[in-house]
């Protein structure tokens, strides 16, 4: 059921009348049927809405004109409405004009990843093969830049097997290099961290040491203000220990608390003192 209330000049309510209508009036209009979508304009005094099958209705001013009841539209999508009838015309979203549909070089570069018709060097982690280009490894990667100098260079070699990371991990990495962009499960972003350190890709680890605060719990604190310090993530770790301080008493009962090294967990106690936890 549909209900309209409020100013009808225009017959904008589509009660097939232009009655000003201060209580909610039910629309009855077997043509248009159930209604699964609206959109109205104070400015325009114009209605629409997408009936059964999909069909868009509108009624209001349309082109000067006042249509009072709701009445069927060739368009095929309710934005169109605003931008077909309304006056002034009105689009949903910008309307972005283009000259041509020529990718740019970012576009160009994520398409290029993984594709095996223009790629020089296959990356095979797991048995499972990731192309990739020589040139931009080179170019986004200090480890990479260093590995595929000479004289690896005169080998000619077109497939490295790598087996210190995981294929997910290790794809998410490669993708990061053509794309900027970081695609990988919350859960994932430790082993990823773990590479960024290896990888010496300092701007990566910031992006997962925020991806890993976000999923920091009572259970999973001291393992991984343990990996920060091991990584020298202090960021991650002051965040770790703050948050350790505040859940204290359940942070100290979980196996993983348990599981310290002893030279962290003095370090750990240590701060805590310093930090007034232990005073009576």
Known sequence: MLYVWGGNSYGQLGTNNKTNACNPVMLNVPEMGRVSDIA???????SAAVGNGGRVFMWGQCRGQSITSPTATPLAHLHEVLACYASSNVMHKPLILRADEELNILD??????????????????E????????????????????????????NNQSVIEHDQFSYIVYKAFLNYL???????????????????NVYFENQLKRRCIQMIKQGITVLNVASLYSTALEYNAQELEEFCFKFALNHMTAVIQT?????????????????????????T
Request: glycine share 4%; charged share 25%; with cysteine.
């Open 108 to 125: 160009c570069l994520r398409q290029a990843f993984d594709d095996s018709l223009t790629s020089d060097l296959t990356i095979q982690v």
């Open 127 to 154: 048995g499972k093969p990731i192309y990739v280009h020589k040139a931009v490894l080179k170019i986004r990667c200090q480890y990479f830049r260093a590995m595929l100098q000479e004289p690896w260079a005169e």
């Open 178 to 196: 053509y794309t900027g962009e970081v695609d990988l499960p919350p859960e994932n972003a430790l082993e990823l961290l773990d590479l960024a």
């Open 40 to 46: 109205a304009l104070h400015y325009n005094h114009i």
């Open 255 to 279: 196996e993983n608390f348990a599981k310290l090294d002893e030279k962290i967990l003095k370090i750990f106690i240590v701060k805590a003192a310093k930090a007034g936890v232990f005073k």
